[in-house]
């Protein structure tokens, strides 16, 4: 059996889609895209999507965190999982029109908080890629001004979320 090196991709058939980010006598250290840092046998049962090389004492953790973070924002559309607050899971957002005779709409809350930070993720590309452009540097602040108007327009959805550090943040008033 020939070993799978540090930055190898695999997926497996419980745990999803994964980077191996370390190599030990027994076991895969691999990070999964929904279910984080597991441990797997070295003969465990997954395709390989990308082998590397066996060259496991010769790289770094800073060389492995950045071929993963490259690896993530490459192959996938998810990024950190961000809690919905625990008093609306399972609820449900009813869509009530004024008049009576129209019917209502019913979303589930946890399917609309899903659009919401995907909203929120697709933001912050936005913001890297202008960042990162050949745009000079006026062209950009006002780019970046736009954004910050959208994060404070979404403030609003700010009570979904679980945890204050994912929450949106508009442009702050000086004191």
Excluded: C
Aim: hydrophobic share 40%; aromatic share 8%; net charge negative.
């Amino acid at each position: 059996m020939k070993l799978l090196g540090i930055g190898s991709r695999i997926d497996h058939p419980e745990l999803g889609k994964g980077v191996v980010t370390n190599v030990t006598s027994k076991h895969y250290w691999v990070t999964f895209i929904e279910n984080g840092l597991e441990t797997i046998d070295l003969d465990s049962e997954f395709e390989i999507i990308e082998a590397m090389e066996d060259d496991v004492d010769t790289i770094s953790f800073v060389e492995v965190e950045s071929s993963l973070v490259q690896i993530l924002k490459r192959w996938s559309d998810v990024t950190e999982v961000v809690p919905i607050g625990d008093k609306w899971k399972g609820g449900t957002m009813i869509l009530q029109p004024e008049d009576n005779s129209l019917q209502s709409k019913e979303i589930p809350i946890d399917s609309f908080f899903h659009k919401i930070t995907m909203v929120r993720d697709r933001l912050r590309v936005m913001e890297q890629k202008i960042n990162s452009s050949n745009l000079d540097e006026a062209e950009k602040i006002d780019l970046q001004q736009y954004i910050t108007r959208i994060y404070g327009s979404l403030t609003t959805f700010n009570v979904l979320f679980k945890l204050k550090n994912h929450q949106f943040v508009g442009q702050k008033s000086a004191k």
